[in-house]
């Protein structure tokens, strides 16, 4: 037997982040009143959506943008009128995300965001408050809106500390929010039924994960390698499997299984190659066997916080 390097790595950890699912489902009330009770009010078409805004803020052509945010044909709001210190964005992001919050943007987020649903005029949102970014030194708080037909609707509201009271009113002014050419989207909150089921066979497969990976840790012989890795090749596609009978109602729900799944199926062919790579006793297929391991469970880490950003938590 060849002598080389079958260590797994250890930073391929995959997060039970499903392991004991609980709901976070209240809906949050607004204030639907009018943006500035009292003042006269105006009214701005962006994208999908028409808001109400107070007469003191006005808008603004362009804004210095949020990293990682990319929003298309974005409308401005900002108190008289700039937009440096505080302000309102509204748009629509690109489609084909898994969660409400795009990846580039999540990867600069420094702790993980609570997620909200919201109760709009018309519709519901996930809300994303008191975000803390890269690379961005002001308050942040943003509200999603799912759009099956289409793209997603975006809203960020921004202030620096000093004025943090704008902050306010821009929440005020996305409750005024009503859409345009797009279906509501109600009921966002996540599914109990659906949560417990998806927490069983992710729970299931990270204990299995566990046990194995401990085995094949170093010092292990070719041999467990081998074995174990064909083991965890078979639990992987048993989750998947589970995973296709699961039916989520909602739009953002399925497109973050979907994902999953996908990365799942990933991990279930990373295992049987690092196997095959055991059994040839194949330093350099073990390699990039065991490389394709470790970005198959980043993969499944970045599609369980998907299930984050829609309110199922640990």
């Known amino acids: 037997m060849h002598a080389f390097d079958h260590r797994l790595p250890t930073a391929t950890a995959m997060m039970p982040v499903l392991a004991v699912v609980a709901i976070l ?15 006269k009010s105006r009214r701005i078409l962006g994208g999908s959506v028409l808001l109400e805004y107070p007469s003191d803020w006005e808008p603004v052509a362009s804004a210095s943008g949020i ?46 965001p609570d997620a909200e649903v ?26 999603a809106i799912p759009n099956p037909g289409g793209n997603p609707t975006i809203l960020a509201c921004y202030a620096s500390v000093a004025l943090s009271a704008y902050m306010r009113t821009c929440e005020q002014i996305v409750a005024t929010l009503t859409l ?25 497969l990270d204990a299995q994960r566990d046990a194995l990976r401990r085995e094949m840790r170093q010092g292990a012989s070719l041999f467990t390698v081998q074995r174990g890795a064909a083991r965890l090749a078979a639990g992987f596609a048993n ?23 996908r ?18 006793e194949s330093p350099s297929r073990f390699a990039v066997a ?8 980043t993969s499944i880490n970045a599609a369980l916080e998907s299930f984050a950003l829609l309110g199922y938590r640990t």
């Open 290 to 297: 065991r490389r394709q391991v470790y970005e198959a469970e």
């Open 25 to 39: 489902g209240f809906v949050a009330g607004h204030d639907r009143s009018h943006a500035a009770s009292g003042e």
């Open 67 to 112: 990293p990682g945010l990319s929003i298309a044909h974005p409308v401005v709001l900002a108190p008289g009128g700039d937009a440096a210190n505080a302000g309102l964005i509204t748009g629509q992001l690109a489609g084909g995300e898994p969660s409400p919050l795009p990846e580039r943007f999540m990867t600069r987020v420094r702790k993980p």
């Open 263 to 280: 990365s799942i199926l990933r991990a279930r062919d990373a295992y049987t190659a690092l196997a095959a790579a055991a059994t040839a």
């Open 118 to 143: 919201v109760d709009l005029p018309e519709t519901q949102a996930y809300r994303y408050a008191r975000l803390s970014i890269q690379g961005f030194d002001q308050m942040l708080s943003i509200y």
């Open 180 to 204: 345009v050419g797009q279906q509501p989207s109600y009921d966002l909150a996540p599914e109990p039924g659906y949560a417990r089921r998806l927490s069983a066979s992710i729970g299931a």
């Open 239 to 261: 989750a998947a499997a589970s995973l296709s009978l699961l039916e989520p109602s909602l739009f953002a729900t399925a497109q973050a299984q979907a994902a999953l799944s």
